[in-house]
T-cell receptor
Framework: GAGVSQSPRYKVAKRGQDVALRCDPISGHVSLFWYQQALGQGPEFLTYFQNEAQLDKSGLPSDRFFAERPEGSVSTLKIQRTQQEDSAVYLC??????????????FGPGTRLTVL | GQNIDQPTEMTATEGAIVQINCTYQTSGFNGLFWYQQHAGEAPTFLSYNVLDGLEEKGRFSSFLSRSKGYSYLLLKELQMKDSASYLCAVTHNAGNMLTFGGGTRLMVKP
């Protein structure tokens, strides 16, 4: 399809496990964002890539969270030593532009992570 | 920091009009987005306001007052499929990321 895709859609992890979440943005989109959405809340910004460069990681909640986009396309969000408070939906979004005022973000369906 | 407030829940009747308000306090405001999110699905874009005034798009309209830090989303001729969460979000300074409010869960009843 032509939209943003994410895998897996659902992930159950035992506390302490490492997980890797994948995002395939829309082809040609320069900007890529990761957001975390707790149940019943709005999404919260985690990190932002412009092509392969991670320009903003101010939203990452701890050093257990790591994101990469090595070739400026697919991105992976890795969470080490998962904790129960990491349980949330992780949304990926991409946009065509890299700056300016207006850049509509297109969201993927998200990965629902449950940490037991 | 950024502060965005919107009501948690609203209920309206099929065929009616509903207005969902959003107030924000942010430095370096650029623009305001409204997204719709059905349960378990991705947020989808509804509207974008950067200048004061009303933007109309079919049954949905969005209003912005920059001086008051206020926006609303107006939904007309409500349909059952409009039951969803409506997310208000702003961009600010030179950043492209969205800062979201908590979302308003709208329930449309017959």
């Amino acid at each position: 399809g032509a939209g943003v895709s994410q895998s897996p859609r659902y992930k159950v992890a035992k506390r302490g496990q490492d997980v890797a979440l994948r995002c395939d943005p829309i082809s040609g989109h320069v900007s890529l964002f990761w957001y975390q959405q707790a149940l019943g809340q709005g999404p919260e910004f985690l990190t932002y890539f412009q092509n392969e460069a991670q320009l903003d990681k101010s939203g990452l909640p701890s050093d257990r969270f790591f994101a990469e986009r090595p070739e400026g396309s697919v991105s992976t969000l890795k969470i080490q030593r998962t904790q129960q408070e990491d349980s949330a939906v992780y949304l990926c979004a991409s946009s065509l532009g890299a700056g300016g005022i207006y850049n509509e973000q297109f969201f993927g369906p998200g990965t629902r992570l449950t940490v037991l | 920091g950024q502060n965005i407030d919107q009501p948690t829940e609203m209920t309206a009747t099929e065929g009616a009009i509903v207005q969902i308000n959003c107030t924000y306090q942010t430095s370096g405001f650029n623009g305001l987005f409204w997204y719709q999110q059905h349960a378990g699905e991705a947020p989808t874009f509804l509207s974008y306001n950067v200048l004061d005034g009303l933007e109309e798009k079919g049954r949905f309209s969005s209003f912005l007052s920059r001086s008051k830090g206020y926006s609303y989303l107006l939904l007309k001729e409500l349909q059952m499929k409009d039951s969803a969460s409506y997310l208000c979000a702003v961009t600010h300074n030179a950043g492209n990321m969205l800062t979201f409010g908590g979302g308003t869960r709208l329930m449309v009843k017959p």
